[in-house]
């Protein structure tokens, strides 16, 4: 391939990697943290906090007397099937932070019901992973992330054919010396070629998710005369309503009758949630949610019926169902695909390496860029850099360390605060957004060589709290802390990821103080 046109391919893969590496670095971090979402929970959610149980045969008189005595559970409530035969009911009331939970007592088999403020850290983890925090609420975040990710494409596309001419001999080349540049380059490259089919789905799926609005849109007015919007709709189970029937039944029927329909027409499927929606009104519905590990399925695959006659309103995104088409199929597959939601814990454990992986290239690429821009030395004198090449690396490294320091502080403000401030969803937002925007001002404050030290070590710390937190509450249980045994594997992962951390303290602090000082990591390096 001619030179000429190699260096076109460079510069749009530089450009757009430079604009879109950012966001990305905070999607695949948080991506990778949330991969494990329901240990996550378990780790942040007191034991006491966690619902009551009860048979699952016993589950009608819980919801009937649940529904009699709290009107407001009628909009939304969960029956979540629990192991052993049981299960757990709970509910949200509008305008309360806590959620509530429902059994019977043993003794009288009167309704007993608990209000729980447990802590909601993995699912906003789990939206920066979808929006990288972007102002103006989740739909704003998810379409500047799609827009994000056409130009993440773009930067595959063109990555991939700048390496094509030393494809075959620099794939696994990782040279290791004193030339830095070098060796982050390899780095780069290697894990960007052996990762290229998943950022290829991730980039793809962004895209889908985010501009399915607009996507749906143009093909309402262009291909289908408006009548698309209403066929979506009409097909979506979390808009369908059961057929109302006038002077018909509102009585519900027993969810082991809805698990039985549901095992008859997907035998292998489990069920592991029934979420009704208007219980006791015309029009009820409930969304049998579960999983199925043979199929690639949307978070596992789910059914809609009506809960009065335990009738099927929508099978077609049940894994294997017979009346299932190609189109849900293939948007099942979609997106299990961008989720992991298939194949266990090595899928898992394989996403949350590679969701790293992606965060590493990203921050890499920055790196790359900002070291380009060093200009070669002329005589003894030392070089400075351009003022844009710090302004680069000061907002590289606040926004990359900042992200790790302020989900580690916010995951274990969920087991810290606990029980101490009222609202603690709020306070994650607060913790995360001050630690994050803090993390950026501080490293254009002190610059890039001095922030990345800095704020490394706050990383450090902030990771090193989820440990501690836990290691508190299992020697000092008075103070209102807990160690949750299921859980351990977020403490050592924490633990792991707080040496690492360390480690990159130690080298970076190494380097500011005894490297080349042309490079803006220099501790005496100056703008001109």
Known sequence: ???????????????????AGLALFIAFYAGAVTMFKDTLNEWVTPPAAHAEVFPLAQAPAVIEQTLAEHPAARRQFTLRIEPAGAASLSWREPGKPQRFTATLDDATGKLETHARGASNA????DILHMTAGIPGGFDVGMSVMAVVSLLYGLALV??????????????????????LKRMWLDAHNVVGILSLPFHVVMALSVVAFGLSDTIFAVQDRVIYG???????????????????VPGGSVTLVSP??????????????????????????????????GDDPRYLARSGGFALLDPVTGRFLNAQFLPG??????????TSAFFALHFGSYGGEPIQWGYFFLGLAGAFLFYSGNLLWIESRRKLERGA???????????????????????VAGISATLAAGKLLHGRVADLSAWHARIYYTVFLASIAWSFVRGGARGSVELLALATGATLLVPLASVAGWLFPATGLWFEPAAAGVDICALIGAACFAWMLRATAKRAATGRQDSVWGYSARAR
């Open 1 to 19: 391939m001619r030179s000429d046109v190699i260096r076109v391919y460079k510069t749009v893969h530089t450009w757009t990697g430079i604009v």
């Open 122 to 125: 993995a699912s906003f983890i």
């Open 158 to 179: 063109s990555g991939v054919i700048v390496l094509l001419p030393s494809l075959i001999k620099d794939l696994f080349a990782l040279r290791v010396g004193k030339n």
């Open 226 to 244: 408006g009548t698309l919007s209403a066929t979506v709709q009409a097909q979506n189970p979390y808009y369908a309503k059961a057929p109302v």
């Open 256 to 289: 082991l009758q809805i698990v039985a329909a549901v095992k008859q027409h997907a035998p292998e499927f489990e069920p592991v949630e029934l979420s009704y929606r208007g219980a006791g009104a015309p029009g009820a519905t409930v969304l049998v949610s």
């Open 321 to 330: 169902a017979a009346d299932g088409n190609a189109w849900s199929a293939a």
């Open 381 to 403: 004198g030392v070089v400075k850099q351009r003022p844009a090449t710090y302004f680069m690396a000061a907002l590289t490294v606040g926004v990359t360390l900042g992200c």
